[in-house]
């Protein structure tokens, strides 16, 4: 049983409506109360004063990390595992976060908001890995060049979608990251991918398009944008200069 038992009130709301968003079970305690007999693991503000000796888990949580808690308590009463992250690379990203062998988080992202939101989940990991599949090469390549400090490894991701039935539109690619999660790839540090012809036409005709046919961004800008380093606007505004 997790028992929640602090004098800061910012720590005890923020812990107890996580774990209650988890669905998890747990109950709380005023700290000078005795806790239950059936007590496995405290959760417990960083100020308040308990013994180490109490023959429990303590994890101590601050107001602005509590889902950091939350995760590191759920991560103790599992019997631990690596955190590892899956990514199924695209123009929204699916992103599955792994303790162990349960899924503790799922997210469907913009493709800008993935390094933030990795960085958020591995935050206080203690051995964290990142999987990232193959395909959309050069999304996959901008996310690995913006990820933050931590090992990745790139995955073969034939398979990894799978059929989805109905009322799962929308889930395939946090599906897919979850599956990619759990196939061991090879390690990468950075990826350099040179854009094909048909990928740099693509982008072309996406500014023209944006534009409503009022100008053609040329080669040069197209690669920029494929890379990552402009946005179709930016190229379009660098085209009209």
Do not use: C
Not at 24 to 48: K, M, Y
Not at 184 to 211: C, F, N, W, Y
Request: charged share 30%; proline share 5%; aromatic share 2%.
């Amino acid at each position: 049983m997790i028992v929640v038992a602090t004098s800061d009130f910012e720590v005890y709301h923020g812990v107890v409506n996580e774990l209650r968003d988890r669905g998890v079970q747990f109950t709380t305690r005023e700290p000078e109360s005795p806790l239950p007999e059936a007590t496995e693991l405290l959760i417990t503000g960083s100020e308040d004063e308990w013994s180490d000796d109490l023959g429990i888990d303590i994890v101590r949580a601050d107001a602005v990390e509590s889902r950091a808690a939350v995760e590191r308590a759920l991560a103790v009463l599992r019997g631990s595992g690596r955190t590892i992250v899956g990514i199924d690379p695209g123009d929204r990203p699916g992103i599955a976060v792994f303790s162990g062998e349960m899924i503790v988080a799922a997210f469907h992202v913009p493709l800008t908001d993935v390094a933030e939101t990795v960085a958020t989940e591995i935050e206080g990991a203690v051995d964290p890995l990142v999987r990232i599949g193959d395909g959309a090469r050069l999304k996959g390549t901008r996310i690995i060049d913006e990820l933050p400090d931590v090992p990745i490894e790139l995955v073969d991701e034939t398979g990894t979608t799978p059929s989805l039935g109905t009322g799962a539109r929308g889930m395939g690619d946090v599906l897919a990251a979850a599956n990619i999660a759990q196939i061991t790839g090879d390690p990468i540090h950075s990826r350099e991918v040179e854009p094909t012809p048909g990928e740099l036409q693509a982008i072309k005709q996406r500014s023209r398009e944006q534009s409503n046919g009022d100008r053609t961004i040329d080669k040069a800008l197209a690669r920029r944008v494929a890379l990552g380093e402009l946005s179709i606007e930016q190229a379009l505004e660098r085209h009209r200069d």
